[in-house]
């Protein structure tokens, strides 16, 4: 399903509008991986190591929610399921996208979901709500976050304490803030205030009461439950 909107540009410039609008995002991301590399090497990580986990698991929440129960002897069995669990909501996402995905090969969508997180899932979204999703642009905005995490948590590991705590200046409040313009831009009114209202309200008290990363899925799925809810056959594209 294509939408009726701008036609897809080149193989270039169609990359490079995946660079520039995914670029805010990959700023905020700046102090959230020097942020994790140094939390990783406080727990005993090795700066390869660091590396190593930011380049295949390539999943900031996740990575952060397994080094807060990173001890030793390592409790695999805890951190598997707890990767699983905060991470379950990239198969909704990738089945949100995958219909809008034609213009893809089928090594192309491997390759560029491979790379999928919540910002590349939210702009490929608003990008499809307008024009086609060419694997160019989803691929660039994946290959840009992908490095530029990669980078900085390795650089957080090897500098180590020198940075301090970046939660200090509020850096941590970065994504937080990237993701309230994401989904104003999404924003539909009834159809958008009801599951972002219930994931909201589901997610906090989940982390009140029961602690993480339990509030990740209560807030997925109370948004999922919002969304079917609210919606409406007329909204239907």
């Not at 999703?133 to 500098?159: H, Q, R």
Request: proline share 5%; glycine share 10%.
């Amino acid at each position: 399903m294509r939408p009726s909107g701008m036609s897809a540009g080149t193989s270039r410039s169609e990359a490079l509008e995946g660079v520039v609008d995914i670029a805010p995002a990959a700023i905020a991301a700046v102090p959230i991986g020097l942020l994790f590399g140094a939390l990783a090497a406080s727990k005993g990580l090795s700066i390869a190591e660091v590396a190593l986990m930011s380049a295949l698991v390539c999943a900031g929440g996740a990575q952060f929610a397994i080094i807060e129960l990173w001890t030793y002897p390592l409790a695999i069995g805890t951190l598997v399921a707890s990767t699983a669990l905060i991470n379950l909501r990239h198969i909704l996402m990738g089945a949100s996208l995958a219909p809008k995905t034609g213009a893809f090969g089928p090594w192309q969508r491997l390759l560029t979901f491979y790379a999928l997180v919540d910002e590349t899932w939210a702009f490929g979204e608003r990008r499809a709500a307008a024009r086609s999703l060419t694997p160019a642009y989803f691929g660039a905005m994946g290959a840009t976050l992908w490095i530029n995490w990669v980078t900085c948590s390795t650089l957080g590991a090897a500098a180590g304490s020198l940075l301090g705590d970046p939660r200090s200046v509020g850096a941590d409040f970065a994504f937080t803030a990237l993701f309230i313009g994401i989904v104003a831009a999404l924003w539909r009114g009834r159809s958008t205030a009801v599951p972002v209202i219930a994931a909201a309200v589901a997610g906090a008290l989940c982390y009140r009461l029961v602690g993480s990363p339990w509030h990740v899925m209560a807030g997925a799925a109370a948004g999922i439950a919002g969304a079917a809810l609210a919606w409406r056959p007329d909204e239907a594209r």
